[in-house]
Structures are given as C-alpha cells and as structure tokens.
C-alpha cells in the first residue's frame, strides 16, 4: 500500500461517524442487527438512550468558560493558560475542534439510523404514539447537534440519512441560510410530539425544544423565532424561578422547576463531575488545586446594590469589592473572609482559620504564607463558589471525587433573558415584558420581597446594554460566555463603530503580583485594589489595565487573551478537509 492510501486509511474513521451501521456492518454493544433492530419498542427506547450519553453535550474541549472573560486557569510558571481560542492559535488540527466536530456528527448519526428505521416497529404493531415519541426525541438531537455545529463553524455538511463511506467523502457544506430551516424543522417535530412532562423519567421534553430552538434562533439573529420559541415556552406554565439562585446550582438540588434540560449525574450510575473539575475548583486548604478561577474582570462585571456599575457607584469599595453588590457576585465567587467548604477564605492571610476563626496552622491559598504549596494557589486571589458547598468534601474534610452535580444545559432563567433579548432587538420592549423577564431574575437574586434596583424602560440600545450586563451576572460559570462575546462581536472595537469599548478578548488576563509585593500590599493596607476604581464600557465589561498603570506591584499581566476575527467560525477539522476536499475551509484558516 502506498503512503497516499495509508494516510487516507487512517483519516477514515471520523468520516464513518456519518456512516450507518448497515453500510459498516457493525453492531453496536446497545443495539442488534442492523437489518432488524428498531422493530419493538424495547429497542426503540435503547436506540434512544443514546442520545443521553453525557459525553456528546458535556465535553471538558467544547465551550467552556474558560475561552472566556470569565475565567483564569493556573498552570506552571505562573502564566494562565487560556487555551488554544484565546491564544489566537486555534487550527484544523486542535483536539478541541476535531473533538467538537466528532460528537456531533456521532450523534447526528445515531438520530438518523432512528429515524429512517423505526417504521419497522410499526410493522411489528408499535404503536404510532410510542413511535412518534423516540422519533421526536431523535429529532431534538439532531436539531441540537446541527445548531452547534452551525454556532462554531457555520456551513457545515447535511446528513438527513445513514451514508456509505463512499457518499460522506464526497458530501459538501451545506450554505447556513439552508441549514437554519431544516433545524427549525427538527425542533418543531419534536415541540409536536415530545410530552410536557414526565412522571419521572428525565428524558427530553417539549419545553427543551422550544427554548432550545429560542437559542439556536438568538445565535442566528432571528428575534422573532427566538421570541416566539421562548415565549411559547413561557407559556406552559410548568416552569418557574427557584426562590434561591444560590440553591438551583447544588449538587443536592434534583428536581426543580427551573431546570429545563438537565443530565442528571449520579454515584449509583457511575457517572459524576470529573474529579479534576472538583480539585480544581476546591481550595487548596481541603486538598483541593485551586487552580479554576473566576477571573477579575467577571468580579469587575457585577453591578453595585444601587443598579450601577461599579465605576458610577458610591457604594463601591475596591479594598472591600464584595460589599454592595448584587447578590449574585457573592454567590458565584468566593467573598474574602466568609466560610467556604469549612474553613474562612483568606488568600490575604498566612495564617489558615476555621469556619469558627480558630488558627490552624499555614494558610496554602494565601500566596506569600510560609506554606511550600502556597506558590501554587489562586493567581488572582479568587475562587468559584457557584454549585459548591461541602457537600464537595468526604466525611474527613478532603476533596470529594465522587460528585453528582447536574449537567445544566437550559433552565428558566435563560429563557426569560432570551426573550427579553430578542424583543429588545425588534425594539418591542415594553415595562411589562421587562418585570416578566430582567426584572424578575434580578429580583429573584435580591430574594422576595427584598428591594432591588429595578431596570426602568429606555431606549433600545440603553436596552441592549441592560440586558447583556444581566446575562453576565446570571449566567457566569454556565458555559454561555462565549457564544455571547461572539454573536454580540465584543471581539473587535471596530464592530457597528462602537466606541467607549472594552475587547474583552484581546488583552491581559491580570493576577496577583508575586508573593513579596503581594505581602507589601497586604501589610500596607492596598488589598484588594487600593483605592483604584477601574473604568467599565457600555458593554459592562471593564478595562484592568488601571490597576497595572497606576499602582506599581498591585497587579500583574498574566497571559494575554488573543482572539482574531476568524475565529468567530472555526476551522474545519484538517482530517476531514484532507479525506474530503470539496468541503474546503473557513476563512482565514
């Protein structure tokens, strides 16, 4: 065998993730022979269960918020790693693109062997209502995985049907204007028969695919299919706020009003949150890295208690920046001083302190503490506490690998910004739709009938504005930052001639200095930030470089986030673009 056809051998395989079984002749371990399989019920709701495997919607590649401005990660030499999009370097050949890629044309797969066999169950005298069910189910994966795949890479190859190898290596890129109504399409089988509820099965629902088809409808710029997908939802009336933001995201809260589609984790099932998820996120006080951090910038993001950013704000306080704010920023970053899993968070104290403020020995999270792992902690001081209480920690008080939070994909929340969202763009605003929407998830984070600075009718771009700083603060830590940077192109200042604009995506990524000029600043009463307010942009994004300019020592460049224009669509996997020519590459890539 020549080298040409060695390497077409081996770039083989991820173009039979669009192949079907029957052209393969392999028989997957949860289904029979191809020839006969989807031809009883049973077999129907196996095939189906496929589509629930947590891996094709909950990858560590696929958009985390740690391509964003949400988020540090602590790696070696102490230079955060921003990962490959927001080093300016992401290519066909990134595991992250491929694997993004991969899954969901896996998936898609998987769909359209369902859907163009399950007339044999009818034959066998399935009946028509359990039929329609699975497919629908079938049709809300696809439509999900095709409004991914559409998000990242825009024109992407059509497969409504099992291929043979021969047909995939040949298809081309469907334009995206084609690709968005067959999507529609998809979730509109499914909205027609998928249930409203279950009794207890956690299986897709017809309110998923309203509000899941709101969002492929948001990221397309179609406002009023978004507005009338998420309004439709609305008006089921199955779905409501939890009274307590903080509690939604607890690994012991299961059933809930709010949650929409949701993959359950579970110890007994044996599938739980990576344990390098958990030690990254826990402190290194309980044996945790420390190591996954909320970033600056969000902690800058959170409006004061008056309604305003904190550059407007007297209440704000930069050497006490947890004080004043909306409630949420205590709940998604760890405040300096309160009791987190057990112990009192002091990254500004050498020594380490009980939930009852009894010393107990060198303090690891505080980075000048005589401590030998104290060089590795937080590199800007803050920690995530969104979802995590100790219930994260075992009996003994260390780090617990073993944890079933929820995989959250959709819940109420989103769906009322959405809609406020996409009537805000078709300028149909109005004070009532704002109570029913921004206003009432800012209220639920203050509490009931507690006061809020509630958000006052305004003009559409004043509107905008309102809406995207919302967002941020309710949505940080929930993997949505960085589809919203890119279809609202905060990327580049250049966009619709903004100006009085921050890129969030194009600058440094600030830390903490090193330990001896951090125990100056400490010692010299200058934690956190001095007396220094940085200035925040229309967008509620807010510039640090204050912070680096005009107090030597107080903060320090980590490493600089590079994301250029053509990665608003990424490149398409450089082994299909090589076993497949005709379906040619993004721009720029």
């Known amino acids: ?107 898609i797969a998987q769909a359209n062997l369902l859907l163009t066999h399950s007339g044999r169950a009818k034959a066998n005298g399935v009946s028509e209502d359990v039929i329609n069910q699975y497919r629908a189910e079938a049709y809300f994966a696809r439509a999900c995985k095709y409004a991914e795949l559409i998000s990242y890479f825009g024109d992407v190859p059509y497969v409504d049907k099992p291929q043979t190898i021969a047909s995939a290596e040949v298809l081309e890129r469907m334009p995206k204007d084609q690709l968005i109504p067959k999507v529609y399409d998809d979730f509109d089988h499914a909205i027609d028969s998928l249930p409203v509820s ?124 947890f004080e004043n704010r909306d ?95 996409a009537m805000i763009e078709l300028n149909q605003m109005t004070q009532e739709i704002l109570d029913q929407t921004i206003n009432a998830v800012r209220s639920r984070a203050y509490g009931a009938g507690k006061a809020y600075p509630r958000v006052e009718m305004a003009d559409q771009e ?23 940077i890119v279809r609202w192109r905060l990327f580049t200042a250049e966009e619709d001639n903004q100006i009085d604009k921050v890129d969030p995506m194009n600058c440094y990524n600030y830390i903490l200095p090193e330990a001896a000029a951090l125990e100056d600043i400490v010692k010299g009463d200058r934690w956190f930030w001095d007396d220094i307010v940085p200035e925040i942009d229309k967008n509620g994004i807010p510039d640090l470089s204050v912070l680096a300019q005009k107090s030597v020592g107080l903060a320090q460049q980590g490493a600089k986030r590079n994301f250029p224009e053509r990665q608003a669509l990424w490149p398409i996997p450089t082994h299909d673009g090589l076993l497949n020519p005709v379906l040619g590459q993004n721009e720029g890539y």
């Not at 049973?42 to 990858?59: K, V």
């Not at 607890?250 to 949650?259: A, D, G, I």
């Not at 020594?351 to 792992?373: L, Q, T, V």
């Open 198 to 321: 279950y009794d207890k099965l956690k299986r897709f629902t017809k309110g998923a695919a309203m509000a899941m088809k709101a969002r492929f409808a948001l990221y397309m710029k179609d406002w009023e299919t978004a507005a009338k997908a998420a309004k439709d939802c609305m008006d089921l009336g199955i779905y409501y706020l939890d009274s307590s933001y903080e509690h939604l995201f607890l690994q012991s809260t299961k059933e809930n009003p709010e949650k929409i589609l949701v993959f359950p984790r579970s110890v007994t099932l044996g599938v739980v949150l990576d344990s390098w998820f958990v030690n990254n996120e826990l402190p290194r006080l309980v044996g945790g890295y420390g190591a996954s951090n909320p970033s600056w910038d969000l902690l800058a993001s959170y409006l004061c208690t008056d309604g305003l950013p904190i550059d407007e704000s007297p209440l704000f306080n930069p050497k006490n920046p």
């Open 462 to 484: 004043t509107m905008r504005q309102a809406l995207r700083i919302e967002r941020r603060m309710e949505l940080a830590k929930e993997n949505l930052r960085y589809m919203d």
């Open 1 to 107: 065998m020549n080298m040409k056809k060695i390497f077409k051998a081996a770039l083989s395989l991820p173009v039979l993730m669009l192949v079907s079984c029957e052209s393969m002749d392999i028989k997957p371990n949860s289904q029979g022979n191809s020839e006969t399989w989807y031809s009883t019920e049973q077999e129907l709701q196996m095939a189906a269960n496929r589509f629930y495997t947590i891996g094709y919607w909950n990858s560590p590649y696929q958009d985390t918020e740690q391509w964003t401005d949400n988020f540090t990660y602590r790696v070696a030499n102490r230079h955060p790693d921003n990962g490959a999009p927001l080093n300016g370097n992401l290519n066909g050949e990134d595991y992250i693109v491929y694997h993004l890629w991969e899954q969901n044309y896996k998936l």
């Open 327 to 421: 409630p949420r920023c205590s709940m998604t970053i760890v405040p300096f001083g309160s009791v987190h899993v057990g112990w009192l968070y002091e990254p500004y104290s050498t020594k380490a302190h009980k939930a009852s403020g009894e010393e107990s020995g060198e303090n690891p999270d505080c980075r000048f503490s005589a401590d030998p792992n104290a060089v590795n902690c937080s590199y800007n001081g803050l920690l995530w506490k969104k979802g995590i209480d100790d219930s994260w920690l075992m009996a003994n008080g260390q780090k617990n690998v073993d944890n079933e939070t929820d995989f959250m994909i959709m819940r109420y929340a989103d769906v009322l910004l959405m809609y406020a969202e």
